[in-house]
């Protein structure tokens, strides 16, 4: 089994600072890409931020300039720095990671998801 434990969540006020963490362990042969998603009470989830192994990210226009995604591959963890926070940006977000698993003859490629960590921006 493979699993993304996430971290950080909380509540903040407007203008303020958190990071996220999400470690994955378990029978993990290599991440490729590795990524934050975000859903809103009513609303869809949506992507925030990507990075692949390599290091390419990808951001959504919304959180562009405030947000940085990172990413350690010795440790399976990837991170999400958020500054200057919004209300819009107060959600549940999920650690998402692209997963190769090898254990002996068997060859899996996963998609797995954290269970989620709330951020709540309010005064």
């Known amino acids: 089994q493979v699993q993304l434990v996430e971290s950080g969540g909380g509540l903040v006020q407007p203008g303020g600072s958190l990071r996220l963490s999400c470690a994955a362990s378990g029978s993990i042969f290599s991440i490729n890409a590795m990524g934050w998603y975000r859903q809103a009470p009513g609303k869809e989830r949506e992507l925030v931020a990507a990075?692949?192994?390599?290091?390419?990210?990808n951001y959504a226009e919304s959180v562009k300039g405030r947000f940085t995604i990172s990413r350690d591959n010795a440790r399976n963890t990837v991170y999400l720095q958020m500054n200057s926070l919004k209300p819009e940006d107060m959600a549940v977000y999920y650690c998402?990671?692209?997963?190769?698993?090898?254990?002996?003859?068997?060859?899996?490629?996963?998609?797995?998801w954290g269970q989620g960590t709330l951020v709540t921006v309010s005064s």
């Open positions: 998402n990671a692209d997963v190769l698993r090898i254990v002996a003859s068997d060859v899996r490629y996963l998609e797995v």
């Open positions: 990075i692949t192994s390599g290091g390419s990210t």
